[in-house]
């Protein structure tokens, strides 16, 4: 007779993330961040921001949705009020993905609204550290 009678623990649930990110490069080391923390995930990756605002149009609702700033196209502000006008998508933890510093970007998205400014480090160990913390904290707001 086994005294060890609690059920096991079921797995977290996949967090549906949404990246919108031209460099494949930035969504790997994400992908890395994310698999660092165990946070079980399915990505949808947009590579510009006209694609992102169609898969919206089409109505995509992620858990977690992450936007780079500079993309061709349409860049990550013209995203952001994309999101910001979406009733489906109020409550859904957006955070801006970029190696920008500058204080006219932050100032910029902070006018409209974002749950977090995750600034992209360039050394591997504060990248993974970093941006696996912002997720996971945005992903326990959603």
């Given at each position: 007779?086994?005294?060890?009678?609690?059920?096991?623990?079921?797995?977290?649930?996949?967090?549906?993330?949404?990246?919108?990110e031209d460099d494949?490069?930035?969504?790997?080391?994400?992908?890395?961040?994310?698999?660092?923390?165990?946070?079980s995930y399915e990505?949808?990756c947009f590579e510009?921001?006209?694609?992102?605002?169609?898969?919206?149009?089409?109505?995509?609702?992620?858990?977690?949705?992450?936007?780079?700033?500079?993309?061709?196209?349409?860049?990550?502000?013209?995203?952001?009020?994309?999101?910001?006008?979406?009733?489906?998508?109020?409550?859904?933890?957006?955070?801006?993905?970029?190696?920008?510093?500058?204080?006219?970007?932050?100032?910029?998205?902070?006018?409209?609204?974002?749950?977090?400014?995750?600034?992209?480090?360039?050394?591997?160990?504060?990248?993974?550290?970093?941006?696996?913390?912002?997720?996971?904290?945005?992903?326990?707001?959603?």
């Amino acid at each position: 007779m086994s005294l060890d009678t609690a059920p096991a623990a079921s797995p977290r649930p996949s967090a549906r993330i949404m990246i919108v990110e031209d460099d494949p490069g930035d969504v790997y080391l994400l992908e890395k961040a994310l698999r660092s923390r165990q946070i079980s995930y399915e990505l949808t990756c947009f590579e510009d921001g006209e694609d992102a605002i169609h898969g919206l149009d089409a109505g995509l609702v992620p858990d977690l949705i992450l936007v780079d700033l500079n993309m061709p196209r349409r860049d990550g502000v013209d995203v952001l009020r994309a999101i910001r006008s979406r009733p489906a998508l109020v409550g859904v933890p957006v955070g801006v993905f970029t190696s920008s510093e500058a204080p006219s970007d932050r100032s910029r998205i902070s006018l409209i609204g974002t749950g977090r400014y995750i600034h992209k480090p360039l050394e591997l160990s504060e990248f993974l550290s970093e941006v696996g913390q912002a997720v996971e904290e945005l992903l326990a707001r959603g």
